[in-house]
């Protein structure tokens, strides 16, 4: 087994899972990812083991993997965290940047605009993923920011939900704008405020649709 093929496969389904393309209790079938990527089953269920290992994914019986499915305790807990990490990361990122970095950011923001008029939503997740995580990368703090990837590939399969509701997405790329303008004027406390707001409003409507679900 190539250790390089590995780590490819893992990198791969990592990015996927960060940004959503996996939805909650989705097996992840050895045999169809192999084929999928042209590849033997060893490499695969190595990477696979990897991402279990880190809570992104979890085993069950017979050795298959699955993403965990989400409830309200779990995804209110992670928020919690979130809502510290990111939001310093954000502080901290902002006098860090380069043109190049708020060309990407800018990108970002205008390609999530795209994706919500034409309601394309693994365009506006891939989109999403990039802006926060390429902004929290220039944090400058590398502990910090493998906390922030952990906790998303937790819940990155779990953004599909934001699309369940037709007058939210309306909303879903205000504050990425807002955090994006106190980015540009150099306006770390802003950013900040901008994306912990950004965090806690998603949250509220996700957690809202975990209860519905739970009493179903």
Known sequence: MSDNLQEQLYQRMRASLLAGRFQPGQAMKIRDLATQWGTSSMPVRAALQRLVAEGALEGEPQRSVRVPVMTSQRYEQIVQVRL????????????RLDKADLAILRDCVQRMDQAIEQRQVQAYLDANSQFHLHLYGACGNPVLLRSIESLWLQIGPFFNRLFTDADLSLRLNDL??????????????????????????????LLNLLELEQVR
């Open 84 to 95: 510290a990490l990111e939001g310093l990361a954000v502080e901290l990122a902002t006098s």
């Open 176 to 205: 990425h704008e807002e955090a994006f303008t106190a980015i540009e004027a150099g306006d770390a406390k802003a950013a900040r405020q901008a994306m912990e707001q950004d965090l806690a409003y998603f949250a509220r409507f």
